[in-house]
């Protein structure tokens, strides 16, 4: 079954420093997202991205962040420089196309990465 | 704006009885509902979802939620526990028809005690 691959798993890093987080979303998908759920709390929307530009961002995607598709296959979340309070599981999901823009968006989510930072 | 509050974040029951998520929602217009299970370790999977067709809906592994309106709410159950059962429920929310943002609750973990 097809599936969203999230790597690192796991990102250790000083507050301060630049992070990449990458997905590889299903192939034929067209709609792609990025969640977060800091412990404890809800799973937040951050950003969604359609044909190749940002269609929908949040009030946290702020200067911070960006979201790139550098090629046909990888959709990377970059936070420029960390704070204490990124610190979170980073969920990145995509979607397929509906038939006539119709129906329920069902994402199908990558396992995530827990990013710490220090 | 549209949300969805999950009472419970941890609910324990024992294996063979029922399990019942609670679910709430908040939405000026039609919505669609979702439940999704979160396994260890693995990405959030979709167990069932309510688009205004039945309000009974049936998911994966026996699941099945409710849409009722008059409650605004969307509980998710199953009449016997499975100890395979045990992982992070999330009810979810989007506006009707296409591509909408879709807005998750906090998420309620639940264990079976054998």
């Known amino acids: 079954e097809p599936e969203v691959t999230q790597t690192p798993s796991h990102q250790v890093t000083q507050m301060g420093q630049e992070v990449i987080l990458r997905c590889v979303p299903i192939?034929?998908?067209?709609?792609f997202y990025w969640y977060r759920q800091i412990l404890g709390q809800k799973v937040e929307f951050l950003v969604s991205?359609?044909?190749?530009?940002?269609?929908?961002k949040s009030e946290i995607f702020d200067d911070q962040f960006s979201v790139e598709r550098p090629d046909g296959s990888n959709f990377t979340l970059k936070i420029r420089s960390t704070k204490l309070e990124d610190s979170a599981m980073y969920f990145c999901?995509?979607?397929?196309?509906?038939?006539?823009?119709?129906?329920?968006?069902?994402?199908?989510f990558g396992a995530g990465s827990r990013l710490t930072v220090l | 704006a549209q949300s969805v509050t999950q009472l419970g974040s941890h609910v324990s029951v024992s294996e063979g009885a029922l399990v019942l998520l609670r679910c709430n929602y908040s939405?000026?217009?039609?919505?669609?509902l979702f439940w999704y299970v979160q396994y260890p370790n693995q990405g959030l999977q979709l167990l069932l979802k309510?688009?205004?067709?039945?309000?009974l809906v049936k998911g994966i592994n026996g699941f099945e939620a409710e849409f009722k309106k008059s409650e605004t709410s969307f509980h998710l159950t199953k009449p016997s526990a499975h100890m395979s059962d045990a992982a992070e429920y999330f009810c979810a929310v989007s506006r009707a028809g296409g591509y909408q943002k879709v807005t998750f609750g906090i998420g309620t973990k639940l264990q079976v005690i054998p």
């Open positions: 939405s000026s217009v039609p919505p669609y």
């Open positions: 991205f359609y044909n190749n530009e940002i269609s929908e």
């Open positions: 309510y688009t205004s067709a039945a309000t």
């Open positions: 192939s034929n998908h067209l709609y």
């Open positions: 999901a995509s979607s397929e196309a509906l038939r006539g823009g119709f129906g329920a968006n069902v994402l199908t």
